[in-house]
């Protein structure tokens, strides 16, 4: 069965900085996919990044990049210069299955909540 | 991207009655939707896979009963509480794929509140 794993609970980030948010998975599949989600106060979940088990590179979007160790099953979320509307819940996902495809259900990690301090 | 809404957004009720949610897409098609909820402070829980045309399919510990899922059409899947309980409260979120594997996009949420 498919595991996700975030150690952090919390963290507390000062503004402009850096910061890895850190993700471990299992999965007995050679296909899956690994996704970020954002989820403020509001509730909502904002997609973040996405990144694929044949991807040999790691994904980046604007100030967000995947560090994908696929040897390790680790796939972090680093934030360059971070900002005072990061602050949020982070959720680490993997979607799995057979038939990989948009019908795979996706688990999540239990979420890291950071606080970006001004 | 693809829009999902739900409604209500937010929903008080009376110890058990039923509370219907819905859950579109809005600009497209949808044959697999996920229905999740969440509470305060812990991270989305899996309830069921919804399947247009057939019957959902249930994680461990779900009440299939309790939880009734209806996806009639490829835009609509609905989540019925019924005889809702205090412990029902909780906030629910369905998403729905995209047309490929790295897309998958979430409604707004319900917030149910139980009485």
């Known amino acids: 069965a498919q595991k996700i794993t975030q150690t952090q609970p919390g963290m507390f980030v000062q503004e402009k900085e850096a910061v890895t948010l850190d993700c471990t998975y299992d999965t007995s599949d050679q296909s899956y996919g690994l996704f970020w989600y954002k989820q403020p106060s509001s509730g909502e979940m904002i997609f973040l990044i996405y990144?694929?088990?044949?991807?040999?590179q790691n994904a980046t979007e604007g100030r967000y990049s995947l560090n994908f160790q696929k040897a390790r099953k680790s796939a972090n979320l680093v934030i360059s210069a971070s900002q005072l509307g990061d602050s949020a819940m982070y959720f680490c996902?993997?979607?799995?299955?057979?038939?990989?495809?948009?019908?795979?259900?996706?688990?999540f990690g239990s979420g890291t909540r950071l606080s970006i301090r001004p | 991207g693809a829009v999902v809404s739900q409604h209500p957004s937010w929903v008080i009720c009376k110890s058990g009655t039923s509370v219907k949610i819905e859950c579109r897409s809005l600009?497209?098609?949808?044959?697999?939707m996920f229905w999740y909820r969440q509470f305060p402070k812990q991270s989305l829980m899996l309830m069921a896979t919804s399947n247009e045309g057939s019957k959902a399919t249930y994680e461990q510990g779900v009440e299939k009963d309790k939880f009734l899922i209806n996806h009639a059409s490829l835009t609509l899947s609905t989540l019925t509480v019924t005889s809702a309980h205090p412990e029902d409260s909780s906030f629910y979120i369905c998403?729905?794929?995209?047309?490929?594997?790295?897309?998958?996009?979430f409604g707004p949420g319900t917030r149910l509140t139980v009485l």
């Open positions: 990144q694929g088990s044949y991807d040999e």
């Open positions: 998403s729905a794929g995209g047309r490929t594997y790295n897309e998958q996009f």
């Open positions: 996902a993997m979607r799995e299955g057979e038939d990989y495809s948009s019908a795979s259900k996706i688990i």
């Open positions: 600009d497209f098609q949808a044959t697999t």
